[in-house]
């Protein structure tokens, strides 16, 4: 199977929705968070979904690369597997103070 290439900007146009590339569903939305002392414009992932039998891929990582290349924040809100908040945080994303305890939030400036 081969990783998607999916290319978000031109339908971003819309505020949030979910987007499906292959075995992956993300759910994105543009809005804007308090960060750094600072109301900033952001790219939130709220939910991503990868076929149990692709997870490991790749595939996340992919996406990933092509969102954080845009001018927005990328924030990716509660968090709840610790090895995507690893790989966050080895990605350079700086942990939201006072985020959902065992479920934080993650952001990273572009």
């Known amino acids: 199977m081969s990783t998607p290439t999916p290319d978000p900007w031109p339908t971003l146009a819309r505020a949030r929705g979910w987007f499906e590339g292959g075995p992956m569903r993300i759910y994105l939305r543009k809005t804007q968070h308090y960060l750094g002392g600072a109301v900033v414009p952001t790219l939130d992932v709220g939910s991503v ?3 149990e039998s ?3 891929q790749g595939i996340f990582t992919t996406y990933l690369e092509l969102i954080e290349a845009g001018e927005r924040t990328v924030f990716v809100e509660s968090v709840l597997n610790a090895r995507l908040q690893e790989f966050l945080r080895k990605r350079g994303y700086t942990e939201v103070p006072n985020s959902s305890g065992s479920c934080p939030s993650f952001y990273l400036t572009p």
Do not use: D
């Open 54 to 56: 692709c997870r490991g």
């Open 49 to 51: 979904e990868v076929e």
